[in-house]
Each structure stands twice: as structure tokens, then as C-alpha cells.
């Protein structure tokens, strides 16, 4: 089993980036496909990026162009980098994690909040 643990988070004005890290444990990183969602207050939570075991990439519509997943194998971390943040972006993010190849089981972190406000 793999253990998430995001981080990053915080308040930031608009225009502005935030990284956010999501730290893996416990199992082999390599071999999982990740993903970054968010869940504003009152929506559901959605996709937002993923990325496989070989680092091919997926992004939603609303991030197209403005975020960038990445993964480190050897630190055993993921990524999302963001950047021209917007009072939309605003909710908790959280990272999950599968077997490549694999639909079930998922794995998720508690989450980090992300507060976009001037």
C-alpha cells in the first residue's frame, strides 16, 4: 500500500503560482499512475491532472496551458506546479494514487487547501 501526504498549500493573490508536492511511501512509486484533484466547497471533486508510470499527461479544460504535473521517481514525489491563479482555482487539492494499468484500488491524501483571494 502507498501512504499520501500532500503539502504546499496556502493563500495567494491572483496572477500568482504555488507549487504543491504530494510525498508517496510505503510502496513503489515508479509503478503507480498519479493524479492531482480538487473539490471546491459545494462541487464535486475533479480531475485536474494526472500523470501515468511513464510520464504521459492529462489536464482538465480549466488548467490547460496555466498547470504542470511532474513526477520524481527517485524522491518519490509528485507535482503541480500552478501558475496565473484565479479565484476559481480556490479548493482543497488532493493527490491520488493507482497501479498503473489498474482502475481500482485508489489511494488519496488528506489534501491541502488552496485560497485564491485578493
Given amino acids: 500500500q502507498v501512504q499520501l501526504v500532500e503539502s504546499g498549500g496556502g493563500l495567494v493573490q491572483p496572477g500568482e503560482s504555488l507549487r504543491l508536492s504530494c510525498a508517496a511511501s510505503g510502496s513503489i512509486f515508479s509503478l503507480y499512475a498519479m493524479g492531482w484533484y480538487r473539490q471546491a466547497p459545494g462541487k464535486q471533486r475533479e480531475l485536474v491532472a494526472s500523470i501515468t ?13 496555466r498547470f504542470t504535473i511532474s513526477r520524481d521517481n527517485v524522491k518519490n514525489t509528485m507535482y503541480l506546479q500552478m501558475t496565473s491563479l484565479t479565484p476559481e482555482d480556490t479548493a482543497v487539492y488532493y493527490c491520488k494514487a493507482t497501479l498503473d494499468g489498474l482502475t481500482r484500488p485508489n489511494y488519496w491524501g488528506q489534501g491541502t487547501q488552496v485560497t485564491v483571494s485578493s
Avoid: H
Wanted: glycine content about 24%; proline content about 0%; overall charge neutral.
Fill in 53 to 65: 508510470s511513464g510520464g504521459s499527461t492529462v489536464y482538465s479544460d480549466s488548467v490547460k496551458g
